[in-house]
């Protein structure tokens, strides 16, 4: 994309020079200027006088004006023709005399246009600017393009349609509410609160912008292939008579740019004849030019919305001018045989279709985007909560091993009793979350043979709790903690010289209270009840699967059978002597 400030303008002025007219020969080829009288028109049409045209007409909406021009111009098969392109009746008028009257028509130069200072509008209701700029140049190239192109196939040859634009197109745009209106873009234009400054200042570069706008549609409407070639020009910042009817302080500004910056008029005609006579019409189809070569527009009417903008002034355009002219639609039907392409509609049902396509893609892709994000603060939360959990099991399992070293026996049963506890809601509820954590992030949890069967030994077979079960314990509260790993309790470090040591004089008071919520009711008479030998082949009871740390057997859980004799009796109630190992 290009993008050109003012300045820039200014700079080209300075150090360029446009390039000498080019010449052709025009015999037998009929051509049409429109706003032919005076200015760029008027050089152009002189120029043209020169390559020996059959026809020469000059379109003025002034004919005293035109004919003193064709005085000037001296040129035998020169005509003046009426036109006023502020009247649509007038344009219309224009046409059927063309279509009528000339057998043939080779090349048509839009050249007329206006700048207005003030708000106004036509007879047809539309704001003057808009309409002979643009509204107006769109229903004559419509309207004579079948002649155009009647003729390149009759005479096996490429006709033209210039339209004379203005570099003023790259420092403006159009304002995109107009997009979800639902009023036409030329009436709400035409608005008086639309033509108010600053907006109003940037009336006359939207034209400009316009006009670029239906070079690009028609061309797309006739089709690349066909022998007619629309293009639109820049001929540069020149001496005109613009600015005759500007506002005193606007009028010296512009004779001051003049002075410093301006080509002369006529070479600014120039690039009138270059696109009506150039060798080589294909390079400007549908193209804008300057200084005699295609130049990039702007980053306005190269962005969706310009092109969106594009296609909304042409279908509200045609919509216009089929109201106005009973012709217009045949014109636009006429096109479409000759070129042998299909029409406008279908093109844009087309584009319809690719852009509902694209609006469904950009939701399913939005909506992809958010479910990402709840997923991930999702999966966010999970991984806080294993925190939580970490840093709760971390905190009970200090509190059992200073339990063992510091508390009196008949804490350390009641501890032991509530890690177990502990241990069994844990591991179960945390290996639950740890599963659905995994899988919310796209792993699966691995579990090695090795692991699988010691946790069936221990645990025996069971039912794995989904993530909606709740493991309740002892009938105390309901416990939804959901897992990561397994923890078990540690083992009491053995002490080489237990019966040489005091007893403990901490108190229950001093220890710290759990900072977890497991039941409170212990069944202190199941702890300190003694093991006894399980049957061989009887399943170990689930109050012999955990070793008990107050008495002497130990059960091996994996064979099933015991490694050490149990005593003969038990002690009734734990001593401190019982502790050590």
């Known amino acids: ?62 004919q005293e004006k035109g004919r003193a021009a064709l005085a000037d111009i001296g040129y035998a098969a020169a005509e003046t023709w009426p036109l006023d392109l502020g009247s649509l009746r007038s344009v219309v008028s224009f046409a059927d005399r063309v279509q009528d009257e000339l057998e043939r028509l080779d090349v048509l130069i839009l050249n007329a246009g206006v700048i207005n200072f003030e708000w106004g509008l036509t007879e047809d209701g539309y704001e003057r600017t808009l309409q002979v700029n643009g509204l107006s140049n769109l229903l004559l190239a419509v309207r004579l393009a079948p002649l155009l192109l009647k003729t390149a196939k009759a005479h096996n040859s490429i006709t033209r349609l210039v339209n004379v634009t203005s570099e003023m197109l790259y420092y403006t745009g159009i304002d995109s509410a107009l997009l979800k209106s639902q009023t036409n873009v030329y009436k709400a234009m ?10 109003w200042n940037n009336r006359y570069p939207q034209t400009k912008l316009i006009e670029l706008f ?112 009973e012709k217009f639609k045949a014109a636009l039907a006429a096109i479409a045989r000759v070129t042998g392409i299909r029409g406008m509609q279908e093109v844009r049902e087309d584009h319809e279709k690719m852009q509902r396509a694209l609006e469904a893609a950009e939701a399913a892709l939005a909506t992809a985007r958010k479910d990402t994000q709840a997923e991930r603060e999702r999966a966010e939360g999970y991984k806080a909560q294993l925190g939580e959990l970490e840093g709760q099991a971390t905190t009970e399992a200090e509190w059992q091993k200073k339990a063992r070293s510091n508390f009196c026996p008949t804490i350390i049963v009641a501890f032991e009793s509530r890690w177990d506890a502990f241990c069994d809601v844990f591991e179960e509820g945390y290996r639950n979350l740890r599963t659905e954590y995994l ?33 309740s314990v002892n009938s105390g509260p309901s416990h939804t903690i959901q897992p990561r790993r397994k923890f078990h309790r540690q083992e009491p470090t053995p002490s080489a010289s237990a019966d040489d040591r005091d007893p403990p004089t901490s108190s229950p008071r001093d220890r710290p209270e759990l900072s977890i919520n497991i039941p409170t009711e212990v069944d202190l008479e199941g702890s300190l009840s003694p093991l006894t030998s399980p049957e061989p082949d009887s399943p170990v009871p689930e109050t012999k699967r955990k070793r008990n740390m107050f008495e002497d057997t130990i059960v091996d859980v994996s064979a099933k059978r015991t490694l050490r004799p149990q005593t003969s009796s038990a002690p009734s109630r734990p001593t401190w002597n019982s502790l050590k190992r």
Not at 6 to 20: L, M, N, Y
Request: net charge negative.
């Open 439 to 471: 899988e919310l992030v796209g792993l699966k949890p691995h579990v090695s043979n090795k692991k699988r069967k010691s946790a069936e030994i221990i645990a025996g077979p069971s039912t794995v709790p989904t993530k909606s079960d709740s493991v």
């Open 214 to 325: 239906y070079t690009r549609s028609l061309q797309a409407y006739i089709g690349q292939d066909a022998p007619l070639v629309v293009t639109c020009l820049n001929p540069g910042y020149c001496y005109s008579n613009f600015r005759a009817n500007a506002p005193p302080g606007v009028k010296q500004g512009l004779e001051d740019l003049e002075k410093e910056y301006a080509y002369t008029t006529e070479e600014g005609s120039r690039q009138l004849v270059f696109g009506a006579v150039n060798d080589d019409p294909e390079a400007l189809k549908g193209q804008y030019f300057s200084m005699c070569k295609v130049r990039e527009v702007s980053d306005y009417a190269l962005s969706d919305e310009g092109w969106s903008m594009e296609r909304r002034f042409w279908d509200d355009g045609i919509e216009i001018l089929g109201e106005k002219d």
């Open 1 to 62: 994309m290009v993008v050109r400030t003012v300045e820039d303008t200014w700079a080209d002025h300075k150090s360029e020079r446009p390039p000498p007219v080019v010449t052709s020969d025009l015999t037998g080829k009929t051509i049409i200027v429109t706003g032919a009288n005076v200015g760029l028109g008027f050089e152009a049409c002189k120029h043209f006088a020169t390559m020996n045209p059959k026809r020469l007409i000059l379109a003025c909406r002034d």
């Open 190 to 199: 035409s608005e008086k609160e639309f033509c108010v400054p600053p907006d």
